[in-house]
């Protein structure tokens, strides 16, 4: 019986608009969820974050992953961000979760050089590793957001929104 | 091209099953990763744990949440636990993830109240919650789990390994 249940979801104000982009600023890293493509069931990984250029999330992921196979299969993909503390009740801290699809960043493609750049200015320690062939840079096409800024506090967002 | 790729799994040892057990018993939360109902993308969101008296992953969810619909329409589920520290590459801390379908505990059932006590012992401040008619307790029945002890520490557990 879902009658005389208020919506959930409220209306998006700038005060959500600047919660999820510091929450998306904030984030070292993420979990992902990706399809497993031997069932198609849900699969949550994690990966180390950074934003480009335009915003999008970007990680660095490798081909030994299972999450890498799952995203080459299907690139549609979530990420949370947004980490509680170590005390209290973790859902009455914000997070946010992305909904949208990955598109692999072609070495020899001209974006490439300046990703990678961007990549390492906020993962420095990547530098060990960004080079090896396994390794293949990955942006996350934003198609919808969902923050929850604690019980009651939930919001639906658009890729404008966090950019 | 995967030829002269090691195999990444590794033969699972005790090392590994103390370390993933760890690493379950020590969560407070979870991302969960569920197939949103309306497109079959992956969906990831937080979650509280505790773990229930069989050691099965146990949660509380409200039918308000996104991921409670998902869940109701397709029980797949899979959950990421072992939080990286704020410094340091977040790719060499350890992470767990579980793969399986929940079972929502039915609140008139035999189990409810064990299970119920059980969740409050290690989430006291959901007392405040846990007895809201749109609250209710889920357990996780693991299908299998992959544990990631950090780079080329990759291993495959069953559920028995973590028990």
Redesign the interface.
């Known amino acids: 019986m879902t009658q005389g249940?208020p919506d959930?979801i409220r209306p998006t104000d700038d005060e959500a608009r600047v919660l999820a982009r510091s929450l998306l600023d904030n984030a070292?890293?993420a979990?992902?969820?990706?399809?497993?493509p031997d069932?198609?069931?849900?699969?949550?990984?994690?990966?180390?974050l950074a934003r480009g250029p335009d915003g999008a999330p970007l990680t660095l992921i490798s081909?030994?992953?299972?999450h890498t196979r799952a995203l080459r299969a299907d690139p549609?993909?979530?990420?949370?961000v947004?980490?509680?503390g170590p005390r209290?009740?973790?859902?009455t801290?914000p997070?946010l979760?992305l909904?949208g699809r990955v598109a692999f960043v072609d070495r020899a493609g001209p974006d490439h050089g300046g990703l990678r750049r961007t990549y390492l200015d906020q993962?420095p320690?990547?530098q060990l590793?960004i080079d090896f062939a396994?390794f293949t840079l990955v942006r996350l096409d934003i198609a919808e957001a969902?923050l929850?800024g604690g019980?009651g506090k939930?919001y639906r967002l658009t890729a404008a929104d966090l950019s």
């Open positions: 249940k959930p070292r890293f979990a992902l969820g990706v399809l497993d069932t198609g069931a849900p699969m949550v990984t994690r990966i180390a081909d030994l992953s299972a549609r993909a979530s990420l949370l947004g980490e509680p209290g009740d973790p859902l801290h997070r979760t909904q993962n320690k990547a590793y396994d969902h929850n019980f939930a």
